[in-house]
């Protein structure tokens, strides 16, 4: 009896205890039961008699102009699915199997998407393409007749998305192209297969799961989209659940009810889409290929007119890609009138939209000169945007540490758990949040938790003032732990079972095992999920939007609502400039942790003892100069 009481306090037990504790906490408390409480809003809705009149947001929905919503966001999802997959296919093409000059270069630019997205990434194609953008403006002078406000609804959206979202591909499906077994090209082509057939028939059917779970991602993308349609101006579904979120029931009839009608579609839509890609997954999609696997060598054009288009092809759309990043750049180094008449003045370079402060002069209706002092400001030197910037900095580092902590311990028991049910449970209550739309989460945070009676986390109105910054950090942790767990858990499968049974053979425990053996060698794939989680929440808008909090503002709100009240009242001058700064400041943060992470983070043993080894060869030849030089001046 006293071995099993020994048993049962032991400190592992303990930790289990409160681990399972915590998960369940976490699921019911910020996963399951918001969500349940925004379904059941729906149908707890009071008319205008007093009465509860569960049909009402339905028959609303049917007679209102609410089902729009839906089919533009459907729309948006299927043209984009095309458009996407035509260029996003096309681009890793030219870059990856066709021999084009200068692919290293058409890369980069191809990949810029990566360094910025969201907010800034549009802001950027209406800087371009708004009616009073760059190149707008040089269409209208050159064709008086050119409408300048072509760039606003459907085919804005649909023309910026289809450039934003190719990123997955350059990502994933770069390395299915680079993966295939250049063995079985070379065979086909020995048979006398023309390079088309043998790109549709022996490449792009090892490209088919890969190709089909870009098209999944990229119709989620375009159904959820939030961004693009709000500065854009398009009606879809994200942004009328945020107008409706902080509408009352004095403006229009049951606001919140309508918001979470749309959202749960949302959440049908996404539930329906991963469960057809999980039914594909599982048929399994397999290639013969020969034992000794070759690297896939380039292709050649032989046909010349074939080999100039794809040239002319691939050239236009880097100019497409570039344009955008190299003018904000540029212009980033621009002065206030410059950027405001989208004119480049090369006499007059300025770091004022980063650093320092100028007086801005300007004549009242009577003819007299005013000046108001500091109110041109850069990024670094204005409160607000350093606030936001400190914000967005300290909740997403928060979040994305929470995510990887929670996934590393869950990863952990699950493997420990692999052949019962427990594991298995634990590991589907993580990749829960997948199901359901990022803004059905965040909005049943905000109506859920904007009360005093939620006795789970200390009867606290998480929505109300300061708290509401914890609010955001449990949205983005909530969000990314899916993704987290993706990573980590294929991480783990490269831990050796020898080394935890050798550790064990010594007397380790298990928390002694998992903190010496095991979680050195995951250490590079957590803090590269770390850093990824980081860069996608500094720079996000969505979320923050649907809690539209004075107290939880983030980064790229600041910067969006500034730019929309540039000038009024004579504040927020440079808004434009500090945008500029701004978009540079995030493609420098964003490119930086790509960097660490698939450019360190991504070498292999081998070639970081190399690099190690070729830089202590370069430090001892420099020590051998000076020991030279010094031996000479003492020899005079």
Same mark, same amino acid.
Not at 213 to 234: D, R
Not at 418 to 442: A, D
């Given at each position: ?7 049962? +306090? ?33 149908? &707890? ?45 096309? /681009? ?53 007749? $050119? ?56 490449? $792009? ?26 500065? #854009? ?42 469960? /057809? ?9 397999? #290639?013969?290929?020969?034992? &000794? ?18 040239? *002319? ?5 880097? !100019? ?23 004119? +480049? ?43 936001? /910037?400190?914000?967005? $900095? ?6 994305? #540490? ?67 910054? $914890?609010? !955001? ?30 550790? =064990? ?12 053996? =095991? ?38 709100? *600041? ?23 701004? &978009? ?24 970081? +003892? ?12 420099? =020590? ?13």
């Amino acid at each position: 009896m006293n071995q099993t009481k020994k048993k049962r +306090l032991r400190p592992e037990t303990l930790a289990k205890i409160v681990g399972g504790a915590f998960f369940a906490y976490l699921f019911f408390g910020f996963m399951l039961l918001p969500c349940l409480n925004t379904l059941t809003s729906i149908f &707890t809705t009071v008319n205008g008699a007093g009465e509860v009149d569960p049909w009402a947001v339905i028959r609303f929905f049917f007679a209102g102009n609410m089902s729009k919503y839906v089919w533009n966001s459907l729309k948006l999802a299927v043209l984009l699915v095309i458009t996407v997959n035509l260029v996003g296919v096309s /681009i890793v093409l030219l870059t990856e199997y066709f021999d084009i000059k200068g692919a290293g270069i058409l890369r980069m630019g191809y990949m810029t998407t990566m360094i910025y997205s969201g907010v800034a990434l549009v802001t950027g194609y209406l800087f371009l393409y708004d009616g009073d953008g760059i190149i707008t403006t040089l269409l209208v002078n050159a064709f008086p007749d $050119f409408n300048a406000d072509w760039f606003s609804g459907f085919n804005a959206v649909l023309f910026t998305m289809t450039f934003a979202c190719t990123s997955n591909h350059m990502l994933f499906l770069r390395n299915a192209i680079r993966g295939i077994d250049y063995n079985t090209v070379e065979a086909a082509r020995n048979m006398g297969a023309k390079p088309f057939t043998v790109l549709m028939k022996v490449v $792009f059917p090892t490209l088919l799961p890969t190709l089909f779970s870009l098209t999944v991602m990229t119709f989620i993308t375009g159904l959820c989209a939030m961004s693009a349609p709000t500065l #854009l101006g398009y009606d879809s579904i994200n942004p009328e659940i945020v107008r409706l979120a902080g509408s009352s029931v004095a403006d229009e009839a049951f606001p919140q009810a309508r918001a979470a009608l749309l959202s749960i579609i949302l959440a049908m839509f996404t539930i329906v889409l991963l469960t /057809i890609l999980s039914a594909y997954e599982r048929k399994g999609h397999y #290639l013969s290929v020969s034992k &000794t696997k070759a690297k896939l060598v380039k292709q050649k054009l032989t046909n010349p007119v074939a080999n100039i288009l794809a040239h *002319i092809y691939a050239y236009i759309l880097f !100019i497409i890609y570039m344009t955008p990043v190299v003018m904000i750049i540029v212009f980033s180094f621009q002065t206030y009138g410059a950027i405001r008449m989208k004119k +480049l003045d090369f006499s007059k370079w300025t770091l004022i939209n980063f650093f320092g402060t100028q007086d801005y002069e300007y004549m009242t209706n009577r003819g007299t000169i005013k000046i108001r002092e500091g109110s041109i400001s850069g990024v670094f030197s204005n409160d607000v945007t350093m606030g936001g /910037i400190k914000t967005s $900095f300290i909740l997403s580092m928060l979040a994305a #540490l929470l995510a990887c902590i929670i996934v590393v311990v869950a990863c952990n028991y699950i493997f420990k758990n692999r052949n019962n049910k427990k594991g298995l449970v634990l590991e589907y209550s993580l990749l829960f949040p997948w199901l359901l739309p990022t803004i059905l989460i965040c909005y049943s945070y905000r109506t859920y938790f904007n009360s005093d009676a939620i006795w789970y986390v200390g009867n606290q109105n998480l929505y109300y003032a300061e708290n509401v910054r $914890f609010l !955001i950090v449990m949205a983005y942790t909530v969000v990314k732990l899916p993704f987290s767990l993706r990573m980590i858990k294929a991480a783990f499968y490269a831990i050796d079972e020898e080394l935890e049974d050798a550790a =064990k053979s010594l007397g380790a425990s298990g928390l002694w095992t998992f903190i010496k053996v =095991k979680l050195p060698i995951i250490m590079p794939s957590v803090l590269a999920v770390f850093a990824l989680n980081f860069n996608a929440l500094f720079t996000e808008y969505d979320m923050s939007a649907t809690f539209a909090s004075t107290y939880g503002t983030s980064y790229a709100m *600041i910067i969006q609502s500034m730019c929309a009240e540039e000038g009024m009242y004579g504040y927020n001058i440079n808004a434009s400039g500090r945008r500029c700064a701004s &978009t540079v400041f995030i493609m420098l943060v964003s490119g930086l942790i790509l960097y660490l992470v698939y450019g360190v983070g991504g070498r292999d043993l081998g070639e970081r +003892l190399a690099i190690k080894e070729k830089r202590q060869k370069k430090i001892q030849n420099i =020590k051998a100069k000076f020991q030279k030089s010094g031996a000479k001046s003492v020899a005079q």
